[in-house]
Structure formats: structure tokens, C-alpha cells
């Protein structure tokens, strides 16, 4: 079986670690760049008002779109891939920690200032364990839309090297649907353990959910 001959010569382990580590660049700065603005957004209308056009403005542009783009300007490597999986993930990411400051009830703001909370305290005991579900949510999606934005960056933008989109390709030239089937597979599970890990945050942070 071709799985386990890949599992035991380490290519598998080697492809899938390649792949996991630009998920994780991708992800990771997509994560900070959305939950930041996603707050930002959410409570300051100045930037709500600045950041919202240039957001639906650029959001439905597909992220494979970009990859002519970020291969002239990136070159080929893990930044042209991370940037990819970066534009792919952090939209759902924005979006859904922005509607989960906009859901906060108000009197929840009006009963903490009441209580002589100041704007700290209110943030740290009121708006972040308020928004925490939303923003899991969209780490969620964030990262299963990442699994898909990296076989097609791998696809484009990887000649030499490792990686589960790489090792697909090379295997599509060699006619090789056995190795094929392995990569999906391998990209299936990883997600899968991902999405369980995230799961684990969720019950572990947000437990009333």
C-alpha cells in the first residue's frame, strides 16, 4: 500500500510536516490581523467607516487569484504560500469577530459601567468572553479554508521540497492516483486533528457554550 511505504520511508512525514508549518504561518497571521481589526471594527465607527469598504472590496476576490501576483512579488517560497493561506483565512476570521462585538447586548456595557468598571475592566471581563465564541468560529472556518488555499499554493508555488500539494502534483505527472488519494487523505486527517484541537479550545474557554 502506498500510504504505508510513504509512512515508513518518512517522505509522508516530511511532506505533511511542510504543508502543516505554512498552514500554520498562514493561519497564524491571518488569526492576528483579524481578530485585531474584527475588534476594531467592532468598536471604533471611525474604522468601521474606513476598513468596511476596503474589506467587501477586496473579501470576494478569490485568494487563488492572487497567486500570479504574490509568486512576482514573494517569489516562490513559504511567503508567496503563507500570503496565500493569509488572504484565504483571514476574512472569516475579521468578519466573525466583528458580528460578535456587534451582538453584545448594551446593557451588558451600561451594567459594567454602572458597577464603576473602567474601559479595561469592561473589556477583559465583558466584550473579550462575549466575542470569544464568534472568534473561535472563525478560526474554525479560517483554518479549513487554509487547508484549501495550500494545495493550490503548493500546486503553483513549489518546485523543489516537500508538501502534501506538491507531492500531489508530481504524483499527477507520474500518473500515480495511488499517491494522489495518500495526499488527500493526509490533508483530510490534518484538518480533521485541527478542527479536534480547536474543538478542545472551545470547550476549554467557552464551556456555557
Known sequence: MEGVRLLRSGDLVRHAAASLGRVL??????SLVGILLGYLMGTRPWARDILEPVVELVRPVPPLAWIPLAILWLG??????????FLGCVFPI???TYEGVRAIEPRYLEVSRVFG?????????VVVPATLPHVLTGLRVGAGV??????????????????LGYMM??????????????????????????NRGMRGLEGRFVPWR
Do not use: P
Open 25 to 30: 504561518v498562514g493561519l497564524g497571521a491571518g
Open 76 to 85: 516562490i517560497g513559504l511567503a508567496d504560500q503563507a500570503f496565500i493561506i
Open 94 to 96: 475579521l468578519l466573525n
Open 117 to 125: 468598571a473602567d474601559d479595561s475592566t469592561t473589556w477583559r471581563r
Open 146 to 163: 487554509a487547508w484549501m488555499c495550500l494545495v493550490a499554493a503548493e500546486l503553483q508555488g513549489v518546485r523543489t521540497g516537500y508538501g
Open 169 to 194: 502534483v508530481v504524483a499527477q505527472d507520474l500518473a500515480r492516483a495511488d499517491r494522489i488519494m495518500v495526499g488527500m487523505v493526509s490533508i483530510g486527517v490534518l484538518g480533521y486533528l485541527m
